[in-house]
């Protein structure tokens, strides 16, 4: 029997069950049928004998040696229909993702693997496109400036040498890094490898796949999460079966099952929806790193707004750094002005319209040209700010804003710490104390009534429901059906509009009110995000941000579209406060359908917590969490940091292992974040 055979015909399979529970989070033997031996390999999902009844499993690895007595082991039955084998690459890549974020074996391979086509039934169309507007764009050629050039060139020299690594390419808004993308690209597939592109939402989606699709044609593919089952599968069919070269998606694109990926890329690297809010609550950025260890391939993560996270490991060396410091096609930034909206205030203007963007956005119509009106609403839940002088409660031992509570108390998420609602500003003895309420539809109402004449098109999530509603506007918007798009945060994001001259900012600084620790990087992300957009045509571009604390560093530097000084403050503030990435964090949440039962298991984890890293982490809590009932459980919160990430590991295996254990805790369900950039 040669070699070949002997691997083939394997006696015994090790099956991970398909229940996501911690009492079960192991692998079971089973003996292989005579018929199937052969037949078999890992990833096939297979019906098995368990308990007193039936179940399906996973295999993750075929033996010849049993790991008990023979005699006790069963016999599977068989592999269940449609099942689709997955790379051992992938079961590897599960497994860590279980020990480094948290959750089952059987959350992470439901993670990583294809999910099987449910029957098809067909339709009147059927396409991957997102959209009749999907449509390939003629291609241009782009001649590569001196930085893009150095850019794409340093990572196809490393990717010849056979040197496989993680890049950060920082550049400015409208500096061209789609370019430098499809310059290795082109290189990688005539080759013969394939790219993942991940994108963070599906707004991006309409323009992204637009000029991909006209440099490689019908050989991108997409996925996003309008996507039924059926219509995901068949994209990682098309990958599995070399149909296609490039694959477009958010972050669950990144498990696409190609033979041999080269690069996976991350555009806007620093999107908090690159982090999973399910179990595994994996980071599609670290994921990345890891599976391109695993399939020899490389990364490159790309944004005008790194991440403080990445950006620090660009600096210590774990990251290639590579920079465009300057705009395509010798196009100038946009001419920034901050408005302090207290002025407005003290003068009589209640409106969420400065007078100054008013007679702007008068400038722009006349012209015949575009307007963005970004409205901030990221974090305002709940907290609280003087609008005479701009000042915000904040935790004195967290430096974090306070969040209100219906019982009038101002609340820390993080520490506990509780003060009564205040009536009068503690720095100005101003009486105007409250909170944002202005959202889309008011900001449509209100810009409608200044400006009769225009024609005006709202995005949010109201407005973008269905399919294609992302799509429908900004296709319309893109041809100068409207002349002012008001949105949120989606709008802000990577769009090209050469027409739009003017980007006014409402209420900038009201992610700073976020009770979180990433508040004033969020904050310069959006707005440099958002001033971005302006002019990236032939007219010069204009942005006005309106703001309550012109002073803060975030809305300081984004107006001038200055990182460095940026980042120079923030890491300063998290190395104060020993926030990541200088220190790691993990958070744990105890849930249960009674709030005292809930409180109990948070206090079980702090203790095992204390016992697993005693002096070498500090652990505060339990605290409530945001909000404090949900789906009809109450949840409470322990936090954890240590300069060491295996410490959190350790903390959390220790918990979850006691948990596990104990029958009496079975009715408290426990969770964990490591690094998080949302609460649970």
Known sequence: MDFKENIDKKRFACIIIDISSEKVDRTFQYRIPEDLRGSLSVGMRVNVPFGNGKRTGYIVRLSDTPEIEESRIRELYGVVKGSVPVEERMISLAAWMKDRFGGTMNHALKTVLLVPAEKKRRKKKQTDDPGEQTRPVPVSLVELNESQKRAAERILTDWKKGIRGTYLLHGVTGSGKTEVYIEVMKAVVRKGKQ???????????????????????????????????????????????????????????????????????????????????????????????????????????GSATPSVDSFYKARNGEYTYLELPERAADRSMAETEIVDMRNELREGNRSILSRRLREEMERTLAAGEQSMLFLNRRGVSGFVSCRSCGEVMKCPHCDVSLSLHRNQTLVCHYCGYRTPMIKTCPKCGSRYIGTFRAGTEKAEDMVREAFPGARILRMDTDTTRGKEGHERILGAFSRHEADILIGTQMIVKGHDFPTVTLVGILAADMSLYAPDFHAGERTFQLLTQAAGRAGR??????????????????????????????????????????????????????????????????????????????????????????????????????FIKSPSYDMLVKAKDHTESCFSSREELSHILIRFDFDPMNGF
């Open 537 to 638: 045509g032939e007219a010069p571009g204009r942005v006005l941000i309106q703001t309550y604390q012109p002073e803060h560093y975030s809305i300081r530097c984004a107006a001038a579209q200055d990182y460095q000084s940026f980042y120079e403050e923030e890491i300063a503030f998290r190395r104060l406060m020993r926030y990541p990435p200088v220190w790691h964090f993990l958070q744990i949440l105890s849930a249960c359908t009674k709030e005292e039962e809930a409180e109990r298991g948070a206090g079980i984890v702090a203790s095992l917590v204390r016992e697993a890293v005693g002096e070498e982490a500090f652990v505060t809590g339990p605290v409530d969490a945001v909000p404090v009932k949900r789906m009809d459980l109450f949840r409470k919160v322990v």
């Open 195 to 301: 790219v993942v592109f991940l994108i963070p939402e599906i707004a991006l989606t309409f323009q992204t796949v637009r000029r991909l699709r006209a440099h490689f044609g019908e050989r991108v593919a997409i996925l996003n999460s309008r996507m039924s089952a059926g219509e995901r599968y068949e994209q990682y069919r098309k990958a599995k079966d070399g149909e296609i070269d490039v694959m477009v998606g958010p972050r669950s694109a990144l498990f696409t099952p190609f033979a041999e990926p080269a690069f996976f890329i991350l555009d806007e690297e620093h999107e908090t929806s690159y982090k999973s809010e399910s179990l595994p609550r994996y980071h599609a950025r670290e994921t990345a790193i890891r599976l391109a260890e695993i399939c020899g391939a490389s990364v490159i993560l």
